[in-house]
């Protein structure tokens, strides 16, 4: 075990993988300094510019590239520097590296790691404060992750890039200098994370809103409402089990997403629960507004634990 | 593909043979394809054999046939939605093409790619693409990893003369000089962006210039002259393969047919595709190997052509289960929720 904060775990994990596998490579925008928030620190030195590779300002050709190198038999890790930026690579994504496998007739597996990290950065305002993840997960070809602890940063790094597919990842950007122990325990795609126990409702989340949500369920104990918390880690292939498990134990399902509520993810949640199960399903989510650049106008675009709490008492 | 014999007529017979081939498939795929789909006026019809739009390369043999000769087994190619001549011209099998275009199992992609997907991993054809200049950023991804792992393979990357209009033509080019990738660009320039000239919608001296203003050096061709666009890929690929970087071919050839094969291209002067036909890569090549040569070449080409549509006339359909494989692992199963 070691203290690391996000950051560095997720960089301890790809070192990991990286002199596991030569096939494995790192590349994108600023990676050779370490990445513009640490996640690629010491790689370069380790590896050198063959494994660790600086490219221009050409997220076509960083995603392109990444299939052409993933179909010619490597396993890039590719960095996006933040979601936004991936949109400039969306054909890449949705209709290459996503769809190459199955229009090939399974010729070829396009394995290969994007991460673009997400969510709101304190005053970066709309195109650096997305949170995207319901748009990839629509695309049938991709998996989606998104880690919300050091520990998870490191395991679902590590297991997005050994399993084959293309893996949007999804870190977020408010999240890099978060510190937790880290183990080399796996972690496995797919699986959510139960945080806390509880009987009276069961409470979905992931990435940043995780602290939110487990300080609102701790609160509502003191009101006498029992809150499971579950880290969802994976949104696509989602943990359907574990969600439906919990809510029909709870027969109460609250899905909070930092994303924006409308057609988010919490929406594909909830009917699934909602049409297997029966049970009452709510979503929180952010408005449907751009996130602004000054702080009252950010805050509006931000859950808050009180706000978490407040939908919890709501929900009888 | 490069072969043993550099005898020049048997060279030549080779180049005559590949461009014969890919006109025969292309006239053939033509046929099958009418009441394919509903566009350019054209309605649909239930029982055609080839669905959807097929985008013919015709006229334009001399280009694949050129470069392709140039190319080992072991060499990559990406190409574009226009791709039957490049797949043909780097040795992929004429019947599995075909079954796939008629979206048989036996296809090489087992129906789920069609013809702007074809792709034959096997002899290193990493696929055509339905989206213009998208094959180029495949192609260096490919290019870096052979560099990576210090192979001695080149990728050639055919693309359109639409495709110098897309952002990822500069990127890519941009990103194969700063990295001296094993790489040679292929324009085949067939004068046509869809249903517009390219002429009409692009700035400046064109292709071969764009690529000389980030270094990357090449040739300008007569893309019809299969002898021109051989020696001319032939000097090119020596280059690269000698160490010097990525290099471009700008090949300027015609396409005889419209922008899919029910597009009968009212829309281009008369004068001008007079003009082209006179220009056809076919008759240019056999003045060269001569008529009787020619002509047994042509009758074997169509003698292939005809048992391939046989045998992908009766070939099985895929499994509908099929629809649900080669997706993904992680999550595989979870079609619905």
């Known amino acids: ?316 | 593909m490069k072969g043993a014999s550099q005898n020049p007529t048997e060279r030549g017979l080779a180049l005559y043979r590949s461009m014969a081939r890919i006109r025969a498939f292309e006239d053939a795929a033509e046929e099958a394809s009418k009441g394919g789909v509903s566009a350019f006026g054209a309605a649909l019809s239930q029982d055609v054999m080839v669905r959807g739009p097929l985008h013919l390369s015709t006229g334009q043999e001399a280009v694949p046939a050129g470069v392709c000769a140039n190319l080992f087994r072991t060499d990559m190619i990406t190409s574009t939605h226009r791709g039957h001549g490049h797949t043909l011209a780097k040795g992929a099998s004429m019947e599995k093409m075909m079954c796939e275009l008629f979206g048989r199992a036996t296809g090489f992609n087992g129906g789920k790619g069609g013809s702007m997907h074809i792709a034959d991993f096997s002899v290193g054809m990493l696929g055509a693409n339905g989206v213009v200049a998208a094959g180029i950023p495949i192609a260096v991804g490919a290019a870096h990893a052979v560099r990576i792992r210090s192979g001695k393979e080149i990728v050639a990357c055919f693309f359109g003369d639409g495709a110098i209009n897309r952002g990822p033509f500069l990127e890519g080019l941009n990103w194969a000089a700063i990295h001296k990738l094993p790489l040679l660009f292929v324009c085949e320039d067939n004068r046509w962006s869809a249903t517009t000239a390219t002429s009409a919608m692009t700035a400046g001296p064109g292709a071969l210039a764009r690529a000389q203003s980030v270094g990357v050096d090449g040739l300008a061709v007569d893309g019809n002259d299969v002898f021109a666009v051989d020696a001319a890929a032939g000097s090119l690929l020596a280059t690269i393969r000698a160490g010097g970087g990525p290099k471009f071919l700008h090949a300027v050839t015609y396409r005889f047919k419209g922008h899919v094969s029910v597009d009968p291209a009212t829309y281009r002067d008369g004068q001008e595709v007079a003009r082209a036909l006179e220009n056809d890569p076919m008759p240019f090549a056999e003045a060269k190997i001569g008529a009787i040569e020619a002509k047994r070449i042509r009758d074997e080409a169509h003698a292939e052509v005809k048992r391939v549509v046989e045998v992908a006339t009766a070939a099985p359909w895929p499994k509908s289960d099929s629809a649900y494989t080669d997706i993904q692992d992680t999550g595989a199963g979870r079609w619905l929720a």
């Open chain 1, 1 to 316: 075990m070691a203290r690391l904060n996000y950051a560095q775990a997720a960089c301890s994990g790809l070192e990991q993988a990286m002199t596991a596998d030569p096939r494995v490579i790192a590349m994108g925008e600023d990676v050779g300094r370490g990445g513009i928030f640490g996640q690629y620190r010491g790689l370069l030195q380790k590896f050198g510019p063959q494994r660790v590779i600086d490219t221009p300002i050409s997220e076509s050709t960083i995603m392109g590239a990444a299939v052409g190198m993933a179909l010619a038999g490597l396993k890039p890790v590719v960095e996006m520097r933040v979601v936004d930026f991936a949109l400039c690579a969306m054909d890449e994504i949705v209709n290459q590296a996503a769809k190459a496998r199955y229009m090939f007739g399974g010729q070829g597996r396009v394995g290969l790691v994007a991460r673009m990290p997400g969510g709101i950065w304190s005053g970066s305002a709309a195109q650096h404060s997305q949170s995207l993840e319901a748009w990839f997960a629509h695309i049938p070809g991709l998996v989606v992750v998104a880690p919300g602890t050091p520990q998870d940063n490191h395991g679902l790094l590590a297991a997005s890039i050994a399993c084959g597919d293309p893996v949007i990842y999804l870190e977020h950007k408010e999240l890099w200098g978060v510190e937790g122990e880290v183990g080399s325990e796996k972690v496995e795609l797919g699986k959510a994370k139960l945080l806390r126990s509880g009987k009276d409702l069961t409470l979905v989340t992931w990435s940043r809103t995780v602290g939110a949500a487990l300080e609102a369920a701790q609160k509502a104990e003191s009101i006498g409402r029992s809150v499971e918390v579950l880290d969802l880690r994976t949104i696509w292939p989602w943990d359907r089990d574990a969600v439906l498990d919990s809510s029909r134990r709870t027969g109460r399902l609250l899905v909070v997403h930092e994303a924006v509520r409308s057609a988010g993810f919490g929406a594909e949640i909830a009917a699934e629960v909602a049409e297997t199960l029966g049970v009452r399903v709510k979503r929180l989510g952010g408005p449907r507004i751009p996130v602004g650049y000054s702080r009252p106008l950010e805050e509006e675009a931000r859950l808050s634990a009180a706000g978490i709490f407040e939908a919890i008492t709501a929900f009888q």
